[in-house]
């Protein structure tokens, strides 16, 4: 039997904040200086947490499971998808031995924007030609390319997509495209096709937060584009965790832990 | 089924601009996160640099870290002697391998990770190497702004690694692991004491070495080492592989054993 450890990730990233490792970090580096930018507004990198309240009711829990309140603008296809799924999560939660939610009993890729439902931190690191988010969970990245290149059309249909982007003044634009239809949008089980465009804004809008504001657009899938909005706080003293997903107990640990009332 | 994408590993970005053309033509950008100290500068794309080989003699290094065997203890060898690998000259069938990447897709682990035959991304900032495998999406990070070991850490498959600089080498120390991965695809075995210590090195522009000592007294009877050489893919990116199931192996096995054209 294997066992997942993602029930642990958060509590590491707690412990990590005040562990004497952790206060290390705050140090000031002996090595290399300076981030990859030249324009401090235009730097991203750090470890970033999730800054949502955590909340009362299920009804307040959304977040956990789906990216906004109101139910997206869904076409018949995607009604009918979304009629037949049965996640785990949520309000109309199945057992996990009923759910039908792609990544469960096999730990394949939750897929863009899904990731950023899960509740593990998530480090952004910069190089001359890419921003890139690493995620704690299953060690997952999203590999922006800010080098001016094209989107690559000769790549097969991917999980993550494929991302360019490029900056409007303090804001990060991030276009991806070219996804797989194996995934759910989110956890309650908002399906997707291929012609999915994810277009995110990133910003940081003080030292400690930075927002990600995510239009989804389907024309398959839904009547019209609609948008995310995305809070994150920076937590200077994590670092990002081992998290593998290897079965579903993973799942039910998360849900477990997520669900929890604030105390 | 599953599908998985190795077969497009290998393709080539022609419209990668590279970082330091595109620092000296455009000032107005961001300056390069490469380290102060050129030298020092292990960023960039890395691929296997060994030769395709010919022989099946030759063909070790896609199955194992060297041509001769490691020392073993006992147990070692007991470990080793139970182990069912689908790589190699006794290859068992996939239906009968016992190795722990099959069936599951669990993690490599290090240095196991380095055998797989898809390029690397070193990527550096202020206070960490990072090492993003192609293969799965792996990361294998290292410290290096002078914190110790953190032994909160559950055993991790990738360990636990801290680094710093001994004039133009990396060396990077890794402890923690858990004992639920092999050391390579013959079933070379370690226990949760491995200590793997590696020494990185851009000996030139084109080219990385790194030099890994592996220590683990529950399975060898002391230390050993092993070289690995990259060079630079300027203009290759990171593609997306997911192991996803069992057929990945067969493929890739087929794939890296193939003699060169």
Not at chain 1, 220 to 229: D, I
Request: hydrophobic share 35%; proline share 10%.
């Amino acid at each position: 039997m294997r066992i997942c450890k993602l029930g642990i990730a958060v509590a590491c990233a707690m412990i990590l904040s005040s562990s004497p490792r952790a206060s290390a970090q705050t140090k000031p580096p002996t090595a290399p200086p300076s981030g990859p930018n030249s324009n401090p507004a235009h730097d991203l990198s750090g470890v970033w947490f999730d800054d949502h309240p955590r909340l009362i009711t299920v009804m307040q829990r959304y977040w956990a499971y789906t990216f906004t309140q109101e139910a997206p603008p869904m076409t018949p296809w995607a009604q009918a998808l979304f009629d037949a799924a049965k996640p785990s999560f949520g309000p109309h939660a199945y057992p996990l031995e009923q759910t039908n939610d792609p990544i469960y009993h096999t730990c394949i890729p939750m897929g863009f924007p899904r990731i950023f439902l899960y509740p593990l931190p998530m480090q952004i690191v910069q190089t001359p030609g890419e921003v890139i988010m690493l995620f704690e969970y299953d060690s997952f990245r999203h590999q922006i390319f800010t080098d001016g290149r094209a989107h690559d059309t000769s790549l097969g249909p991917l999980w993550m997509g494929d991302s360019i982007g490029h900056w409007e003044g303090d804001t990060l634009v991030a276009d991806t495209v070219n996804f797989n239809d194996k995934t759910w949008l989110d956890r309650m089980g908002h399906p997707h096709s291929e012609a999915l465009h994810v277009v995110e804004r990133i910003r940081r809008i003080d030292h400690d937060h930075l927002v990600d504001d995510i239009t989804i657009e389907d024309p398959k899938a839904y009547t019209k584009p609609w948008t995310a909005h995305l809070p994150f706080v920076l937590k200077p003293k994590w670092t990002l965790a081992e998290a593998f997903c290897e079965d579903e107990n993973s799942f039910q640990d998360i849900e477990n832990d997520e669900t929890k009332p604030a105390k | 089924m599953a599908i998985y994408r190795l077969g497009v590993a290998f393709t080539m970005v022609l419209s990668f601009l590279s970082a330091t053309s595109a620092q000296t033509k455009a000032p107005s950008k961001p300056p390069t996160s490469a380290p102060a100290d050129k030298a020092r500068d292990l960023s960039g794309i890395w691929f296997d640099d060994r030769p395709r080989p010919i022989t099946t003699n030759e063909r070790y290094w896609i199955y194992k870290f060297n041509a001769e065997e490691p020392p073993m203890t006992a147990w070692g060898e007991a470990q080793f002697k139970a182990a069912k690998s689908s790589f190699g000259t006794t290859a068992y069938p996939l239906a009968e391998t016992n190795d722990p990447l099959y069936h599951s897709c669990t993690p490599p682990g290090l240095p196991r990770i380095y055998l797989h035959p898809f390029p690397l991304q070193i990527v550096q900032t202020p206070a960490e190497v990072i090492i993003l495998f192609e293969y799965d999406s792996i990361r294998h990070q290292i410290f290096t702004d002078g914190r110790p070991h953190d032994t909160s850490l559950g055993p991790l498959w990738m360990g636990d690694s801290i680094g710093h600089w001994e004039g133009d080498t990396l060396v990077a120390d890794t402890v923690n692991f858990n004992d639920r991965t092999w050391l390579d695809r013959m079933g070379h075995p370690h226990s949760d004491a491995l200590h793997v210590v590696e020494r990185f090195r851009r000996i030139d522009h084109d080219h990385l070495v790194d030099d890994i000592t592996i220590e683990d007294p529950k399975a060898y009877t002391k230390p050993w080492s092993t070289h690995i050489e990259f060079a630079l893919r300027p203009k290759w990116t990171l593609e997306e592989q997911f192991c996803e199931d069992e057929e990945s192996f067969q493929t890739l096995d087929k794939d890296a054993a193939a003699p060169a054209k």
